[in-house]
T-cell receptor, first 113, second 116 residues
Framework: AQKVTQAQTEISVVEKEDVTLDCVYETRDTTYYLFWYKQPPSGELVFLIRRNSFDEQNEISGRYSWNFQKSTSSFNFTITASQVVDSAVYFCALSSGTYKYIFGTGTRLKVLA | GAVVSQHPSWVICKSGTSVKIECRSL??????MFWYRQFPKQSLMLMATSNEGSKATYEQGVEKDKFLINHASLTLSTLTVTSAHPEDSSFYIC????????????FGEGSRLTVL
């Protein structure tokens, strides 16, 4: 069975703090993809990153960074020096085989000024 | 990234009427599109996979006669909520898969349906 767990339902931080959003996944497939999406209050989902199962290199994009560790089946997302505009719900997702996406339950991030 | 446009972004209708939501891929051809439903403060629930030129594949528990999906062209899929009831009120989101590899999903803006 495939599953994505985002244990943090809601996180509140003060602006400029760093914050890490956790994502743990389960799959028996050896080839799979992991994603992070951002859903701001307006509702649309914004693609942030895709990582395939054979690429464990961490990635940094501006204030965003991702830590993929197959040994712990985790794909965590860190925002450095958070800003109010980062306030949103963040979804981690897993895709393999049939290309269906399995979404986590999301983590609501509130960045306070 | 690729652009997926969804229309209307919000709609209010009376109970018993039908509502059609359109999902268009603007700058790429999408042989497969996906329809999701999202309840307030909850995750996305996959309703069905829309395949161009063939019948949609519905997830377990989703009524195919209630949620009609048509994918007549490579750039357009439609979801029609038939005989809508208040419990059908929700946020409906379509997405299309990119063309490379497993491809990331690109999402439409979503359509908020309120049934009175």
């Amino acid at each position: 069975a495939q599953k994505v767990t985002q244990a943090q339902t809601e996180i509140s931080v003060v602006e400029k703090e760093d914050v890490t959003l956790d994502c743990v996944y389960e799959t028996r497939d050896t080839t799979y993809y992991l994603f992070w999406y951002k859903q701001p209050p307006s509702g649309e989902l914004v693609f942030l990153i895709r990582r395939n199962s054979f690429d464990e290199q961490n990635e940094i994009s501006g204030r965003y960074s991702w830590n993929f560790q197959k040994s712990t089946s985790s794909f965590n997302f860190t925002i450095t020096a958070s800003q109010v505009v980062d306030s949103a719900v963040y979804f981690c997702a897993l895709s393999s085989g049939t290309y269906k996406y399995i979404f986590g339950t999301g983590t609501r991030l509130k960045v306070l000024a | 990234g690729a652009v997926v446009s969804q229309h209307p972004s919000w709609v209010i209708c009376k109970s018993g009427t039908s509502v059609k939501i359109e999902c268009r891929s603007l700058d790429f051809q999408a042989t497969t599109m996906f329809w999701y439903r999202q309840f307030p403060k909850q995750s996305l629930m996959l309703m069905a996979t829309s395949n161009e030129g063939s019948k949609a594949t519905y997830e377990q528990g989703v009524e195919k006669d209630k949620f009609l999906i048509n994918h007549a062209s490579l750039t357009l899929s439609t979801l029609t909520v038939t005989s809508a009831h208040p419990e059908d009120s929700s946020f409906y989101i379509c997405s299309a898969r990119g063309q490379h590899g497993a491809g990331e999903l690109f999402f439409g803006e979503g359509s908020r349906l309120t049934v009175l």
